[in-house]
């Protein structure tokens, strides 16, 4: 019937599903699926089929590059466990969690906000720490840092009670699950905000780190002619019960790849001023200048308290 004047939807129906032509393909998958009894996913799985395919049609997709396409997916699978998450890698540095952070916070992205993506690293039970305690649980080299923190709802009020969550990789820049030098829960902690919506606790300053590059994220960044470098960050995560969870990262502000995180985590209101001290009275008695500081304050939106699922064990 090339050429019928009979509307395209009204053809499928007469074929029964049938395909005669590769534009066929689509309305006969979306019937297929089309019995779905849970709405939402109909209406995401049409839109990712209906994506899929115009991508395919756009860019003309040839059979080979089909073929790499599916073993890319299946590296992707093969190089994840209970250690290492590298789905979320790869949906981290195609900007593809940023957006959906954005989206989902800060007033759907109309505003900046103040979350961002949760990353690789984040794990349940870190040690729980008073205010004011040290994450570092094992020699770790590098500048003192003390950090300040308050957490307030929308109207500014403090919010007491939050459980936050802190991680951060050391000054060589490593997670301690990446590093057989650091303890277990290095640079890890577990803090609750106090009356006043503070908490506070001590560490060493960040450094920036590239993510793992030895599988199949790492061969994209290198074809794409990326550098794969983050800059350096600590990462939170705020919950409390009626307030949706805060999950974000505090970069420090004199890194070189602030402009270019291979994972597209900065945004304006998430650069930190980490402020160096070369004298003075320092905060603790074992503390050598220089260190640093950093304050800094977290809005947290009434909402949801759920927790992530953990990328790692
Ligand atoms: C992180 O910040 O820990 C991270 C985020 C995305 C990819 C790799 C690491
Ligand atoms: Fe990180």
């Excluded at 040690?127 to 109207?155: E, Y």
């Excluded at 070189?256 to 597209?264: G, I």
Aim: with cysteine; charged share 20%.
């Amino acid at each position: 019937m090339v050429g019928s004047s009979v509307p395209k939807q009204d053809r499928n129906a007469e074929k029964g599903g049938i395909i005669e032509t590769q534009e066929d393909v689509t309305p006969v998958v979306l019937a297929a699926m089309a019995g779905a009894s849970n709405h939402r996913l109909r209406e995401v799985a049409e839109s990712f089929v209906r994506h899929m395919h115009a991508f395919a049609r756009e860019v003309n997709l040839t059979e080979s590059e089909y073929d790499i396409g599916i073993d890319f997916l299946n590296r992707i699978g093969q190089a994840t466990n209970d250690h290492h998450n590298e789905g979320i890698l790869l949906a981290d540095a195609i900007g593809f969690s940023t957006l959906v952070c954005l989206l989902n916070n800060g007033n759907a992205g109309a505003t900046e906000t103040a979350s961002a993506l949760l990353g690789p690293f984040w794990r349940m039970n870190s040690p729980r720490t008073p205010n004011g305690g040290s994450i570092v649980r094992s020699p770790t080299p590098g500048p003192d840092l003390v950090v300040s923190c308050v957490v307030v709802d929308t109207n500014g009020e403090p919010i007491e009670g939050v459980e936050v969550d802190v991680w951060q990789s050391s000054p060589v820049g490593l997670y301690e699950n990446q590093d057989d030098t650091q303890a277990d829960m290095n640079l890890r902690g577990k803090f609750t905000t106090d009356a006043k919506g503070c908490f506070s606790f001590r560490s060493v300053k960040p450094a920036g780190y590239p993510v793992p590059t030895d599988g199949p994220v790492g061969d994209m960044l290198r074809a794409q002619r990326r550098h794969p470098y983050r800059p350096a960050h600590i990462h939170f995560l705020g919950f409390k019960p009626c307030f949706k969870t805060l999950i974000t990262q505090v970069f420090v502000d004199d890194d070189e790849h602030l402009e270019s995180d291979v994972v597209f985590g900065v945004t304006r209101a998430l650069i930190g001023d980490y402020r160096r001290h070369d004298a003075g009275t320092p905060p603790a008695g074992d503390v050598a200048p220089p260190w640093y500081t950093l304050d800094y304050k977290f809005v947290m939106e009434a909402g949801e308290a759920k927790l992530p699922v953990p990328p790692i064990k």
